[in-house]
Structure formats: structure tokens, C-alpha cells
């Protein structure tokens, strides 16, 4: 079936630590984006990636680097994690359809003490 | 910067009631205008979209209406169930590449 998958569904990090989250998709596209949703504040771009080898900055890029590693891949990389960054990230693509329609992974919650 | 306002933050209606969510707009090149709804630990999932060039779109219960000259989209729910109960979040277009600015989202619950 098409989809984003994104591992892992939850990680708990010290200040200071690193983590990389990673994302997936099934569905042949281009495009690939990574989001934050905080409460009250619906969801933020960080990164996006128009087609493999691009990458681009999207609202809230500060503290994080991302990786488009080939068509269906696309991470995101936190190298010192701070509690301002304890979130839900969603790693998102679009459908092949290209009808606009945002195709979103279960999300990875992420906190930072 | 462009924004996207959504009201009201929740929402409680009776089941069987009808339930209206507001959205406004800034940019006025914005021309799609997805509606999406998130379920608890899931992703958000389209349920649906208008553009620019249409005033209304309805799919069952669920109808959508646009005022470009307002700059504000608004999201109906008819005949609501128990299983809308849920977040719902509005989204504008800018740019290019299915960039989409989100508004803040609505819980909406529905009392039995």
C-alpha cells in the first residue's frame, strides 16, 4: 500500500544529544516534507525537498539539518537537541496524483529534558 | 509573514447537530485550500480541498466554501457522528511545491 513511514514513533533525548529521525514513502514523488505540530500552533515547515539531491528551508529550519539520501528517503537530523525542540514530527509526501493532497506519516514524538 | 487564522480552537456540538469551522487567510496568491483531519497518534489525512476558481464543494456530509474577497474558507459538518469527533485543521497554499501554511486547528467533540 502507498504510504510515509517514519521511525521511531517515539525517542526520549538528554540536551546535548543527537538523533536522526527517518522518513520513507512508497508513492514516487519529488517532493518530501518534514513538519513539527505543536499544541495551539498547527504544523510548521522545517525542511522540504523538491527532488532528491535538493533541500530547501522552510519556517522553523534553526537546529536541524536534513538529508534527501535518495528518491524515498528523507531525514532529519537534530546534532544537539534542546527542549525547545520536544515536539511531534511528521515526515509528509505528495500523492502521484499530484491533486495537492499531502500524504502524512504517523508522526515521531520527540522529547527533549 | 503570511498567516492562516483558524476559529474556534474547540468545538462541542450534539450529535446530529451541524458543526462550522472558520478559516481566514493573508496571502492573497494563496489558491488552494485543503481541509485536514487528525485523529489521536495519527498523521493529519485530507478530507477536503477548494480552489480558487470554485465557491463551494461538498462530498456527503462534509461541504467547504471559499471567499476569495474576504480571503476566508469555512468548513461545514452535517448530521455529525461520534467518529468526527477528532482535530481538524484548515491550510492555504503559498508558494509552489504544495507549501501550505496551517492554521492552528479545532478539536471538535461531539456529545452523545
Known amino acids: 500500500n502507498a504510504g510515509v513511514t517514519q521511525t521511531p514513533k517515539f525517542q526520549v533525548l538528554k540536551t546535548g544529544q543527537s538523533m536522526t529521525l527517518q522518513c520513507a514513502q512508497d508513492m514516487n514523488h519529488n517532493s518530501m516534507y518534514w513538519y513539527r505540530q505543536d499544541p495551539g500552533m498547527g504544523l510548521r515547515l522545517i525542511y522540504y525537498?523538491?527532488?532528491?539531491?535538493?533541500?530547501d528551508k522552510g519556517e522553523v529550519p534553526n537546529g536541524y539539518n536534513v538529508s534527501r539520501l535518495n528518491k524515498r528517503e528523507f531525514s532529519l537530523r537534530l546534532e544537539s537537541a534542546a527542549p525547545s525542540q520536544t515536539s511531534v514530527y511528521f515526515c509528509a509526501s505528495p500523492g502521484l496524483s499530484n491533486t495537492g493532497e499531502l500524504f502524512f506519516g504517523e508522526g515521531s514524538r520527540l522529547t527533549v529534558l | 509573514g503570511e498567516n492562516v487564522e483558524q476559529h474556534p480552537s474547540t468545538l462541542s456540538v450534539q450529535e446530529g447537530d451541524s458543526a462550522v469551522i472558520k478559516c481566514t487567510y493573508s496571502?492573497?496568491?494563496?489558491?488552494?485550500f485543503p481541509w485536514y483531519k487528525q485523529e489521536l497518534g495519527k498523521g493529519p489525512q485530507l478530507i477536503i480541498d477548494i480552489r480558487s476558481n470554485v465557491g463551494e464543494k461538498k462530498d456527503q456530509r462534509i461541504a467547504v466554501t471559499l471567499n476569495k474577497t474576504a480571503k476566508h474558507f469555512s468548513l461545514h459538518i452535517t448530521e455529525t457522528q461520534p467518529e468526527d469527533s477528532a482535530v481538524y485543521f484548515c491550510?492555504?497554499?503559498?508558494?509552489?511545491?504544495?507549501?501550505?501554511?496551517w492554521g492552528a486547528g479545532t478539536k471538535l467533540i461531539i456529545k452523545p
Open positions: 491550510a492555504a497554499s503559498i508558494g509552489s511545491n504544495y507549501q501550505l501554511i
Open positions: 525537498s523538491a527532488s532528491e539531491g535538493t533541500t
Open positions: 496571502d492573497s496568491a494563496s489558491n488552494y
